[in-house]
């Protein structure tokens, strides 16, 4: 559904909320390890949701990355559009270019119905929800 970025982006969120809540820092490499992600992936997406104000990071052997916690009613649908863009919200299920409410593809109406519920969950809930569930040991962001 989503981009393998979107996927990691959502995932190195949500391991930073959990390991940041003490006030400590989590490293690429622990954030790649504890959620199964490659570290150049890892990277990659930190860096643009840093430069998206989503996380935060300090260079150096203390350093690492952490949420501020103002950024905890961040909405998934955020994190979506600054990793995947708004094509999902906008886009064709069959990736037809020119499918319209009056020119539909074959799936077109189901499939508007679909992102409309995907849409709503993505706006209503947050990282931080996401987050409280892993941290409650109820959720879980790898096999082990």
């Avoid at 199964?36 to 989503?54: C, D, H, I, N």
């Avoid at 994190?79 to 863009?85: E, H, L, M, R």
């Avoid at 069959?94 to 508007?112: A, S």
């Amino acid at each position: 559904m989503f981009s393998k970025a979107c996927e990691y982006a959502i995932r190195a969120l949500i391991y930073v909320i959990k390991k940041t809540e003490d006030g400590s820092r989590a490293a690429i490499r622990d954030i790649a390890f504890n959620t199964g992600t490659p570290e150049p992936y890892v990277a990659k997406v930190l860096q643009t949701l840093s430069r998206r104000g989503f996380v935060a990071s300090i260079k150096g052997p203390n350093g690492g990355f952490f949420f501020d916690p103002k950024s905890k009613d961040l909405p998934l649908i955020d994190i979506v559009k600054a990793i995947d863009g708004d094509t999902f919200f906008t886009g064709c299920g069959l990736g037809i270019k020119y499918c319209t409410e009056r020119r539909p593809c074959p799936i077109h109406f189901e499939y508007k119905e679909i992102r409309e519920r995907i849409t709503k969950m993505l706006k209503e809930n947050t990282v931080q929800d996401l987050a409280s569930g892993l941290v409650a040991g109820k959720t879980f962001l790898m096999k082990k």
